[in-house]
């Protein structure tokens, strides 16, 4: 059985910074992911431009070089790789944490990748999973048909096509625009009245300019109540109506691994989803097992972003006073080797 001191959940920014904390105290932690590095990023639209600044996506001290004032999904994805590589971090993907369970002072850790299942003991064990992998589902009829997605794609795909999006948040408007610059014929169905004041300000008037030039249709205040081969079913108000549709995004949202979370025994609040967890080590009811990132904040993800997240490394493997600088978004003390 392979034995670890440090067994990291998760290859995305904040397990990255996690990993970076660990490693800088004398430890060689293992980091695994179900996905590839920073997963989550590999997810978002083709060309995305992030809403923060570059320095707040910055770990490990290393500077986030980009072309314009803010960095793309391209250029973040070229950051964490390089900073992996520059840390020397130990890295598995496409490796998934389906089980753990304690004997003695091990935790044994069951870990699926694409040879079979296999075991790996360690002392302490982070899970910084974020909660890309598992989107909101409308549980209505035809969500799994093929050409149904959760996420957003290459808008060439969309060319030419009949396109229905659901949602009003930064991912389904900025999905819509490209979409329909790509030539897709866009339509947004949204549940609430209006979107959301979080969507980034150059994307909003950007959408409401083409909803008023009937260039995209918009359905706010609308439900969709069912998924066909050829159209979309909505409600409203005004009654029910089918829109044709050669593909469907359902860009509804996403939340943390609950099922996991409790399989492994770990407490959560049954309305909110937050583990109960140590404020000043993130460690939860189970010694030696720390949450990071969005999954500490249970349902509202929306509460944790990389800017804020990434001291949580800090929090788990520093002493007091680097506890209370992270809790201050203050990481002056991880300059990179060689500095």
């Known amino acids: 059985m392979q034995s670890e001191n440090v067994l990291v959940v998760g290859a995305g920014p904040i397990g990255l910074a996690c ?5 800088r105290r004398g430890l060689d932690p293992l980091v695994i992911d179900a996905g590839a590095i920073a997963n989550s990023i590999v997810r978002y639209p083709v060309g995305m431009v992030f809403f923060t600044t570059p320095e707040r996506l910055e770990i490990g ?10 960095a ?30 304690r004997q003695g002072e091990l935790l044994h850790c069951r870990v699926s990748t694409r040879l079979g299942e296999h075991l790996i003991a360690c002392r302490r064990l982070v899970l910084a999973t974020g909660y890309f992998d598992h989107p909101n589902l409308l549980g209505i009829p035809g969500e799994e048909l093929p050409h149904v997605s959760h996420y957003p794609d290459e808008p060439h795909l969309s060319a030419g096509r009949d396109l229905l999006i659901v949602g009003g ?8 625009l490209n ?24 994307l909003k008037p950007d959408l409401e300019n083409r909803i008023k030039g009937k260039e995209i249709v918009a359905r706010f205040d609308t439900a969709v109540t069912r998924i066909d081969p050829d159209a979309v079913t909505i409600e409203s108000a005004a009654g029910r109506e089918r829109i044709p549709a050669d593909r469907v995004l ?35 009811n189970l010694p030696g097992v720390h949450l990071a990132g969005s999954i500490t904040a249970g349902r509202q993800i929306s509460e944790v972003f990389i800017e804020n997240g990434r001291y949580d490394g800090e929090k788990i493997f520093g ?18 080797i060689g500095e």
């Open 250 to 284: 359902l860009l509804t949202g996403y939340h943390p691994d609950f099922e996991l979370f409790r399989a492994l025994g770990i407490e959560l609040d049954p309305e909110s989803g937050r583990p109960a967890l140590d404020p000043e080590t993130l460690e939860c």
């Open 179 to 202: 979409c329909y610059r790509a030539g897709a014929r866009v339509t947004l169905v949204y549940r609430r009245a209006a979107l959301k004041p979080s969507v980034k300000y150059w």
């Open 19 to 23: 990993a970076i904390s660990a490693r």
């Open 61 to 70: 001290g290393h500077p986030l070089v980009c072309a314009g004032p803010k």
């Open 319 to 336: 002493d007091s006073e680097a506890r209370a600088r992270a809790v201050r978004g203050l990481d002056s003390q991880l300059r990179p």
């Open 72 to 101: 793309t999904r391209e250029e973040a994805l070229k950051y964490y790789r390089g900073v992996t590589r520059a840390e020397q971090l130990r890295v598995r993907t496409y490796a998934r944490l389906v089980g753990a369970e």
């Open 169 to 176: 948040k930064n991912s389904a408007v900025e999905q819509a």
